[in-house]
């Protein structure tokens, strides 16, 4: 495949960033994104240019760190992430315009990579358990129903990658930050904090800079692990239960 790519460029975080096209040749169908922008960033290193700077690290679907729009939309045509995306989703001879993911909390550092070190802040927060639970103990020992166990670990399988916030036009992070809140709420484990915990991440959440939720969706419909809308029900139920509870103290 031939392709035309319109990349954005952008020293750091003070530049005001512009789009570069660049001709790439020799791509395979079978390529996965990140694999064709290795073949432009060779081309470019050859040449004694800067490379264009993107994260990953797994490139597996795991680590979430592969964030861009791809033509307009969070990680591409397909709901996954850039480093699943295929090339076979492109046609030959097209134009593929590539840019960081825009939202305020965002902030980019140089080329495609931001810094969503603003998420991690909402993980410090609250996203954790902090009480002593001992040795490891039996797999059995505290039964789950299975229904609960699942939507725990659907929850749990957020990566973390940015992309609920790049899809929406408020750019909340009410998806991720649900599903962060739903999968310690769920399980018995995650009950001694759970007041606290929703409270504090909202919080933090809000002084971030993301937006609010005004349920379009578009979250959704972009997470490349299907982390469902239930959960920014569910993180809005704990919520106010905790904020009522705290008032009646
Ligand atoms: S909710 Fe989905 S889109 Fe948002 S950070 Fe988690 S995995 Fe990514
Ligand atoms: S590089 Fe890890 S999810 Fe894409």
């Known amino acids: 495949m031939k392709l035309t790519l319109k990349v954005w460029r952008q020293k750091n975080n003070a530049d005001q960033g512009k789009f570069v096209s660049y001709p790439v040749e020799g791509i395979s169908k079978d390529m996965s994104f990140l694999e064709m922008m290795d073949v432009l960033n060779e081309q470019l290193t050859e040449k004694g240019e800067d490379p264009v700077h993107f994260d990953h690290d797994c490139r597996e679907g795991i680590c979430g760190m592969c964030s861009m729009y791809i033509n307009g939309k969070p990680h591409g045509p397909q709901q996954t992430t850039t480093c699943q995306l295929h090339m076979r989703s492109f046609n030959d001879g097209e134009t593929i315009t590539i840019e960081p993911w825009r939202a305020k909390a965002f902030p980019v550092v140089k080329d495609l990579v931001v810094d969503r070190s603003s998420f991690d802040r909402i993980i410090q927060a609250g996203g954790y358990v902090s009480v002593n639970t001992g040795g490891v103990p039996d797999a059995n020992e505290i039964p789950i129903p299975k229904k609960i166990a699942d939507e725990a670990f659907d929850a749990a399988t957020c990566i973390g990658c940015g992309a609920c916030v790049a899809a929406c036009k408020n750019a909340s992070a009410m998806l991720f930050t649900s599903a962060k809140i739903s999968q310690l709420s769920m399980l018995p484990?995650?009950?001694?904090?759970?007041?606290?915990?929703?409270?504090?991440?909202?919080?933090?959440?809000?002084?971030?800079?993301?937006?609010?939720?005004?349920?379009?969706?578009?979250?959704?419909?972009?997470?490349?692990?299907?982390?469902?809308?239930?959960?920014?029900?569910?993180?809005?139920?704990?919520?106010?239960?905790?904020?009522?509870?705290?008032?009646?103290?």
């Open 189 to 249: 484990q995650g009950q001694v904090e759970r007041k606290e915990r929703a409270e504090k991440m909202i919080a933090q959440m809000d002084a971030e800079g993301f937006g609010a939720c005004t349920n379009t969706g578009a979250c959704a419909a972009e997470c490349p692990k299907g982390i469902s809308l239930t959960n920014i029900a569910r993180m809005n139920r704990e919520y106010f239960s905790a904020v009522v509870s705290s008032e009646n103290v």
